[in-house]
């Protein structure tokens, strides 16, 4: 059984998802976008001042970045990767998502 097997929406769904996500990306790897990031745009201004804008950015864009790759792989071989392949996904989502978490927390504290 594929992922296409599994798949219950138009292939079109997964590229818009990809492009939304690299768009989203390299705006945080260019270092803009900061206030796209929930818990630092709800912060008061004191509690944002402890932070570095810039490598939260980066590494936020970079966690995006992993997401990014593992929609574009899941989009280019939904055909040929087997369908327990997404529950592998889905853990590495998870993983980055408290990579970054942990990361935000302490390395981008000034």
């Known amino acids: 059984m594929t992922l296409k097997d599994i798949s219950n929406g138009p292939d079109w769904i997964m590229w818009v998802g990809f492009a939304i996500f690299a768009l989203i990306s390299i705006v945080f790897l260019s270092g803009h ?3 796209l990031i ?10 944002q ?5 810039k490598k939260l950015c980066h590494i936020v864009g970079f966690g995006m970045s ?3 790759i593992l929609i ?6 939904e055909e ?3 369908a327990y392949i997404a529950y592998i996904f889905l853990g590495v989502i998870i993983i980055d998502c ?3 978490i942990v990361l935000a927390n ?5």
């Open 106 to 110: 302490t390395i981008c504290k000034k």
């Open 98 to 100: 408290i990579v970054i």
């Open 49 to 53: 001042e402890k932070y570095d804008a």
């Open 72 to 77: 574009l792989i899941m989009a280019i071989g």
């Open 38 to 47: 929930a818990g630092y745009n709800a912060a008061s201004r004191e509690e």
């Open 66 to 68: 992993i997401i990014t």
């Open 80 to 82: 040929i990767l087997p």
């Open 33 to 35: 976008g900061v206030n």
